[in-house]
């Protein structure tokens, strides 16, 4: 690896503890019974990018797949059609509970150009479970996209409902 991509590593691993530092005390995994509001599994989300300020929708709505699994982990494809589906790779990241129904994740993704790295998008969200325990909404999300020395290059924000995969 180059000094540039050590660079941007430690930049995105700061970003990631100073996220985890800013959610309450809470255990990653939210100890709960069958039933209940509990995030874990894969989940099917319908994301509406949105204007910031106004909080008005953006373009078409497209989905995206989540899993969260146990001990705090995140996993995430998505269907955005800004991007050809050899430009954006899957997301990786954290997830954490905040207490009741209410979760925070933070997740990272490349985005490639002819093979290169163009881009990282870094989406952190609140997520909010639903009294039904097969569903949840995104009621924030932002979304910034860092070029590869870690300038912010753009950012955005979305919502999202999504259904469990069963």
Same mark, same amino acid.
């Given at each position: 690896?180059?000094?540039?991509?050590?660079?941007?590593?430690?930049?995105? =691993?700061?970003? !990631?503890? %100073?996220?985890?530092?800013?959610?309450?005390? *809470?255990?990653?995994?939210?100890?709960?019974? #069958? $039933?209940?509001?509990?995030?874990?599994?894969?989940?099917?989300?319908?994301?509406?990018?949105?204007?910031?300020?106004?909080?008005?929708?953006?373009?078409?709505?497209?989905?995206?797949?989540?899993?969260? =699994?146990?001990? !705090?982990? %995140?996993?995430?494809?998505?269907?955005?059609? *800004?991007?050809?589906?050899?430009?954006?790779? #899957? $997301?990786?990241?954290?997830?954490?509970?905040?207490?009741?129904?209410?979760?925070?994740?933070?997740?990272?993704?490349?985005?490639?150009?002819?093979?290169?790295?163009?881009?990282?998008?870094?989406?952190?969200?609140?997520?909010?479970?639903?009294?039904?325990?097969?569903?949840?909404? *995104?009621?924030?999300?932002?979304?910034?996209?860092?070029?590869?020395?870690?300038?912010?290059?753009?950012?955005?924000?979305?919502?999202?409902?999504?259904?469990?995969?069963?």
């Amino acid at each position: 690896m180059n000094a540039t991509y050590l660079n941007r590593f430690a930049q995105i =691993a700061l970003a !990631g503890m %100073l996220f985890l530092a800013s959610v309450p005390n *809470a255990p990653a995994q939210q100890q709960t019974s #069958p $039933g209940s509001d509990d995030l874990k599994g894969t989940w099917i989300a319908t994301v509406t990018q949105r204007d910031c300020q106004s909080g008005q929708p953006l373009g078409s709505p497209f989905q995206s797949l989540l899993t969260f =699994a146990e001990g !705090g982990t %995140l996993t995430e494809s998505a269907a955005n059609p *800004a991007f050809f589906p050899d430009e954006r790779g #899957p $997301g990786h990241g954290v997830w954490s509970s905040r207490g009741g129904n209410l979760y925070s994740a933070s997740s990272i993704a490349f985005i490639t150009d002819n093979g290169a790295l163009a881009m990282t998008q870094v989406i952190t969200q609140t997520i909010v479970m639903s009294n039904d325990p097969d569903k949840y909404s *995104a009621i924030k999300a932002v979304v910034q996209f860092f070029d590869p020395t870690g300038k912010l290059l753009r950012s955005g924000c979305a919502t999202a409902v999504a259904q469990r995969f069963n």
